[in-house]
Structures are given as structure tokens and as C-alpha cells.
């Protein structure tokens, strides 16, 4: 999301994972995802909240400083 951090607890999207919309639910399942007939979304943050993403090649990249979305 775009906004803050966010947790997810429920139902998953089949767009996130690969061909998930052409799969089978227990094909999902078997990949990790949830099915519930519930999807709750949890956002949070603070103002001093820091999250470095770390890609394949073990790069870090800021995305969020100080509570704000790092620049790009």
C-alpha cells in the first residue's frame, strides 16, 4: 500500500503469485496462499519508521525514512 506499513491477515490475491489467476485454490495453497472468506488490511507506522528492502543481488534500497515513502 501507499500509505504506511500494511498487514494482511485473510483471503490473498491470486494475482500474487505467478499464473495464480490460472491455478487451482489448493494449487495456491500448496504455494503458500490463504483462502478465507475474510481479507482485513492493517496499516501502521511511525514517525521515525525505516524500511530497507534488500533486492536478488543483495543491494539495499531505502523505501521508507523517517516515516515517509524514500524518494526514487
Known amino acids: 500500500d501507499n500509505a ?3 498487514l494482511a491477515l485473510g483471503h490473498s ?3 500474487c ?3 495464480g489467476t490460472e491455478i ?3 494449487e495456491r495453497l500448496a504455494l503458500g496462499a ?3 472468506a475474510t ?3 492493517f496499516m501502521y507506522g511511525t514517525p521515525d519508521a525505516t524500511i530497507t528492502g534488500i533486492t ?3 543491494r539495499e534500497v ?3 525514512i523517517d516515516g515517509n515513502w524514500a524518494e526514487r
Do not use: L, M, Q, W
Request: aromatic fraction near 8%; proline fraction near 8%; glycine fraction near 4%.
Open 39 to 41: 481479507h482485513v488490511d
Open 34 to 36: 490463504n483462502d478465507s
Open 62 to 64: 531505502p523505501i521508507f
Open 4 to 6: 504506511a506499513c500494511h
Open 24 to 26: 487451482t485454490t489448493e
Open 56 to 58: 536478488k543481488d543483495g
Open 17 to 19: 503469485i505467478k499464473n
Open 13 to 15: 490475491y491470486p494475482s
